[in-house]
């Protein structure tokens, strides 16, 4: 295969925001994440963890609290509004303001017809949910104090409102106060749990998870779990484990089971530790069968429970995700440049030249747009892009690409439709919207564009959908057959004009665009079946390219490795070594064509956010150090020594 | 730590035209320390009373008449002995006030010099190296005398010493660059010759210096080039045969001084004590070339103890008398006190615990001149009142030294009380090693005579250690001071392991009277019980932790005897257990041993008694609990062992290059 030069680019410095607040949905197996900068993600749990939809930020929303209510999705933050997302335009639908000051909590009843919100000003406000809306119901009786956190019993009657120093239980129904539970003095009440035994359960900064009687409101237990802060608290389905996160990183699970073998009674018995954070850790949630757990260090760990799952199987791993699932970095193969993209601004880039270790990169442009997902693609021809007016229909673009001679660009938009623009020295024109056939409403997620013959293709994947329309023409071409898992790369091969899409399950499918049919490979790929490492890999592939030299290669990569994969050699069976490089280097040259094998896996980089190939067949390869990001974070509570 | 006190001025200096003669021929003590002779270049002899900075007489001789030695006074006679021309003796007392109506003898060869020793007899030296009494030349002034120097030879320097009752005459000598060494002793006479070794060609040396201590003769000399030698030469050993053979002179070299630019002019170096030498017109090392300094080194140490800058020309005379320095320069003579306190390597180095405080700090911090390094402000003269306090406890301290010598014990106490309770006590760390020995060595010449509380009241001041008074720690030992042992055992930062032992057997012993009541009490313990009382507990827990060398100590521990070696097994194995258990060893004071400390202790009595405790029944537990923990440290070790190989690779694992930035690299795909 040869010798690559290749520029190493750690200046990348994306950071991502902390995460606030996350919601886990266990009949679609969505979770809802909100970071500190009011983005939202979506993840799918049962499709490889695969981060599907994200939602950027906005100033001033700060998401303190999120609440899925069957399907939707709900968040309230200290600006005072309760928000509705529309996941399927990945935008707020609408805001309603509460009128009670920041809240601080939001949740709603096991029916899903009521949502209540915790204010600054100490009350408990029920919004009824509506189909397409919410609207505003009653206030519970005001309390002196903000209203920190909120949980409903099982049976919808009472619920029980976590505040400074206290607990108060109301009464649904009535909105009358109950009873009381106080606390020490100061001590902020951050997270309770009202379970169906009418057990409730508090996190306080004081460090204690406390265990409380609900009707009598009496203290049953106290465990002192840190000498910081219990942050939030969360309760698997069934009720018998809870998790509690903390400010020095920790997640502590209590079970509820009988603490002595003979004993016949249950209690809340604390078992299991897990360190998985440097930083507080603010949102949980308790899945069947794993921790999920995030905070400040802005990483989602996915911890397995050991005894709810088998044990040394890919299930069992523990998932960090810490890079979206997305490409940040864009390449112009022939400028040599590279587009980084931030929440709110651009940053282009030239590499440098290959005269040893030149520090060089000429920071281009920076394009600045506030909380937009704009991803421009920096067109062939074009060197620079000026932009005057925009078309109105553009003003809420996803994905943006250009056609290959740069007199057109394409965005998606909402209802799958993508918007084609004319482009020429000084202004853009709206051309035309393709719509999808079926009158689905689904945004499109994945965008690329290509020479092909005589027309210019362009792709949308929807979901797990991938269409192709011809854009002079201006019609759909072909559907690409549905499959299960979502696509997380798809690019058309620039001359053989094959479509190649990864999904988020490491299958890989190769797409003839003109037979309109699967190509010879990929049937052969599928009938053979990838080699068991590969599918055992826990990062999705984000970028697909190929070498202008060589037809047959194919470069992707995912945050660990990246692979150029020789279409023209043999795929490695089941029992063949599929990392083979040290063992090919060892060989000598005339045995290496007989162990070699169409998967040429390099994993010298970590934390790659990009791979891609330059028209001088050079590699770019930008990699985001996590330890260069943790360094970016404030100091943590509380560090571990060695031995302590 | 030696230090130069505040100067004074003693009279002024008429040069001589050259400028390369202070004017001074020679200073000779008095009737008593405070008084001084001082015989100038000329022609006149002048009394001074040293404190009060002034002449109570002067004598001189006619006009074309000069002086050509140093006045001396015999204290027997009370009379003064000069030469004047070579060959005239004159003698007065003090109440003659006209020199030429004086005694005049003259004598049939040159005179090179009269000594005197306080309480001895005036010896007179010629040129070509006759020695005559006073007395024998006076009853017939003009006899014969001998040539004793060869043709060539002449004499550079001389002095006389009186050495187990018998007086001596030393001189030095030049010929053809050859330099030797005389050593006459007087009734009966003998001469010896000593060749000095040859420095690099055309070096002479610059200064002699001569003292006597245990039995020898201790002659000191000075080269150009910075060297400082000291030869000596037993007085015992002096043979009978007439200097015909110059012997060859043993020499070492004492210290090499810094030099500057070019050779040494005018300098001078002069024995002090037998660790500290003064020395003027070498430069300061850290002060530049200039040579108009003058300094006391500790030859023991090779450090620098005190400098101080001499305004003007030095001229490479020094005299020292009673603690203090004369030295003329530039047109003054000047008297500088001095104090040489014993020497301990601690207090050479400045490293005593008092040494780091405050003032030196901020001393350190603006370095404008040196002088101020050395002596803090007390040195800067644009501060009279500083001085003046510095001289005040310099005469203070030599009241306190008389009635530490002879006052009863409260008397002493209050003193030194007043003494210690003063602010500036960083200043005075000589003054404590000085009381400190002197009450010592009272109390060791005295039984009567002791004060616990004053000395436990030295040592808290932390300027003692145990080379400044050695007998102090055995001297508690000897009145069952066990208070005082265990703050010597605390602060003194260099017990000697012998110390240290004979501590730790006087400790067990008296562990031994209590100890066992307590061991009665508990017939079966149910935890570890301590087998010594609380407070014997504390004394040895002293003892484990002062510093020790193993090689040293080995020998003293075999001395103890096998039940003792057996109790303090037991308290080093309860010691043992109980911090093995316990988290917090704090919990017992805030002077307790460490683990590893008592391991060591345990491993080195086991060294030296292991054959005689095997033989022991009552041992037998001891030695099986002991094994067992010698195990278990064993197997944490070889655990330890077990992962340095990972730990290893962890090291290396963290020297991965940094990429950087941007790199641009060549990979190899196969």
Redo the contacts between chains.
Sequence with gaps: ???????????FDYMPSAIRAMAFNSHTERLALVRADGALEIFNFADHYFQEKVIPGQDGRAVEALCWVGQRLFSAGLNGEITEYDLENLRPRYTVEAYGGPIWTIGSNKQGTLLMVGCEDGTVKMFEILKERIQFQRNLERQKGRIVSLSWHPSGTLIAAGMMDMIRIFNAETGKEMQHDPESREVVVWSVAFLSDYTIISGDSAGKVQIWDGLTGTLVRTHLVTKWDVLCLSVSQDESSLIAGTSEGTVVQFQFISSTVDQQEEEWVRTRTFKNHSHDVRALAHTETAVVSGGMDTQLVVRPLLDKVEKNTQESAMRKIALPHRSLVCCAKKAGLLLFQFPDHLEVWRV?E?D??????THTHTHTHTHTHYLILPSPSSSSLQVSKLPKDLCLGHQLCFSSDSTKLFASSRHSSVIVVALNQLECKYLHTLKPKSGESRLALFFSSSYFQLDKLSIVAIETTVTIYGSVCLQLHCTVPIYSSCPTAIAIHPTTSHLVVVHADQQIFEYSLVQKEYTEWSRKLQKQGLHSLWLERDTPVTHVTFSLKNPAHIILHDMFMFC?IDQSLPLPESKTLLYN?MT??SLPEQE?IRH?HAF?I?K?FKHVMCVSLLEDHS?VVVERPLLDMMSQLPAPVRQKKFAT | MAALYEGYTLCGLVPGQTLTNSGIQGIEAERDSDHVVVTDSTRSVTLYKVSDQKPLSSWTVKQGQTLTCPAVYNSQTEEYVVVSDNKVIRIWKDEDILLDKAFKATVSSDVWRVHCLPGGEPVVLFQRGAVRLLDSLLSAPQQPIEEVLAQEEAIRWSTNIVADSQQFVIFTTEQKGDSFLYLHRLNPNTLQRYRLEREEPGLSPLSFSASYRDKHICLLYLYPNGHVYQSVVSVRGLGGDEGAQALPLPRSLLLGLPVGEGLLEAASAQLLDEAHVAVVGVPHPSAGAGKDFLCIWNTNFQTLQAGKEMAGKIYGQLWTFSNKLFIPHGKTLSVIPYECPKSSLASALGKLKQAKTEGELKQMSCVPSWNNILHGDKAQPSRPAETRKTVSNFIKTKYLNFSVQTAPVEEVQREVEGLLSRADIQDLQPLVGQLASMLVSRSLADPAFYTPSTLAQLVHTQSLCHSVCPDLVLLALERRDFFLCQLCLQFFPDIPEAVTCACLKAFIRVVIKTGEEDKEKSSTPPEPICPVGLHKAVLLNEVLLTAYSDTFLLPHLKDLSSQHVVLFLQYLQFLYLKYSQDASPQMHGLRSPSLTQIMDWVCMVLDAHFTVLVMTPEAKGLLVNLHSFVKSQVRLVSELGKIEGSLQELNKMKVKKD????????????
Excluded at chain 1, 356 to 361: I, Q, S
Excluded at chain 2, 659 to 670: A, K, N, P, T
């Design positions: 295969m040869g010798e690559f030069k290749v520029h190493r680019v750690r200046f440098g290959s040893g270790h030149g520090e060089e990169n150029i490089q090919l280097r290496r070699s040429k390099c010298n590699l | 990429v950087g930035q941007y790199s641009i690299e060549i990979i190899e795909l196969f």
